[in-house]
């Protein structure tokens, strides 16, 4: 069985041997956004992230596998892909640990001044800040109780947070207080502290946070986004902090990235700005080996 890897994801020699030895033949391409100089109308499974997004997959006329190495589905076409039966895994569960870890910490790092007390220390300043905040007792309302949401949720019940969840498709989970359906957010966001987006990106959920969802939030409300920018209507959201409507941000992903020079999020007081990084963690490579052998084993076994 013929199978394309491209270089997405940093395979060791080991690694490569071993999906071989499971009886593939192997091609593999290490930028998948350059043009493919072979024929892949017999390729029948892919591991990518964005291929499809430089080479039409109606190219690949025998593909009846995806094994994505990211966790959203939106940078591939759906609609084929269910229209030709073709079996489409995500990453699910790779990113989520360090995803919640970041999440975590760019809140801790406004409730505790770091930025505050890490100025100081550069100019050897000795000063006391009579205003950081507990996390314990606080409303976390997660958007999105998902794997990524579910794994937020467990670390900040470690800080004796109440966490709530919001999901298009509400489920049983043992690491939230409650969660509820999507319908309820808007009655939800006036008592949450703290906001965390953890939602796909989907035709229902572009734009979904804007300046309506804002104006609900405490003003002392800490709004989180790890999932994608295009979930948020961003000029709304550098409305409501430029005018005090919520008091911070912890932002990994944008609208448009990477984020321009001139946008006035990267100064803006009490906002975490960081490149689209939270998923990377020591972790991933084993998890994410780990998901790709899985699925390639059961493709061939079924």
């Given at each position: ?30 930028d998948e956004r350059l043009p493919i ?45 269910k229209e030709h039966d073709i079996k ?99 009655t939800m966001l006036p008592d949450a ?110």
């Amino acid at each position: 069985m013929k199978l394309l890897l491209t270089g997405v994801f940093r395979y060791t020699e080991r690694q490569m041997e071993y999906i071989k030895s499971l009886g593939y033949d192997v091609k593999f391409i290490q930028d998948e956004r350059l043009p493919i100089d072979f024929d892949v109308s017999d390729i029948e499974a892919v591991v990518c992230n964005g291929l499809f997004l430089y080479t039409p997959i109606e190219k690949f006329e025998n593909l009846r596998f995806i094994q994505l190495t990211s966790a959203g589905l939106d940078r591939i076409p759906l609609d084929y892909i269910k229209e030709h039966d073709i079996k489409v895994f995500n990453a699910k569960g790779v990113y989520s640990i360090p995803m919640a870890e970041f999440a975590v910490g760019g809140v801790l790092q406004l409730y505790k001044q770091f930025d505050f007390f890490r100025k100081n220390q550069i100019q050897h300043k000795w000063e006391k800040s009579r205003n950081l905040i507990e996390l314990a007792g606080k409303n976390i309302l997660i958007v999105g109780a998902g794997n990524i949401g579910s794994q937020v949720a467990k670390r900040f019940k470690a800080f004796d947070a109440n966490v709530i969840g919001i999901d298009l498709h509400p489920n049983d989970d043992c690491n939230f207080d409650n969660i509820y359906p999507v319908d309820n957010l808007d009655t939800m966001l006036p008592d949450a502290d703290v906001i965390i987006l953890t939602l796909p990106l989907m035709k229902e959920t572009q734009g979904f946070f804007n300046k309506n969802k804002f104006a609900l939030m405490k003003k002392s409300a800490v709004f989180v986004n790890v999932s994608r920018g295009k979930l948020v209507n961003q000029t709304d959201l550098i409305f409501a902090l430029d005018n005090q409507v919520i008091n911070g941000a912890v932002l990994d992903v944008f609208e448009d990235e990477p984020l321009t020079e001139d946008s006035p999020l990267w100064d803006m007081p009490n906002t975490v700005i960081t490149p689209h990084n939270s998923f990377v963690g020591d972790g991933n490579n084993e998890r994410m080996f780990n998901l790709i052998s899985k699925n390639l084993e059961g493709f061939l076994n079924e």
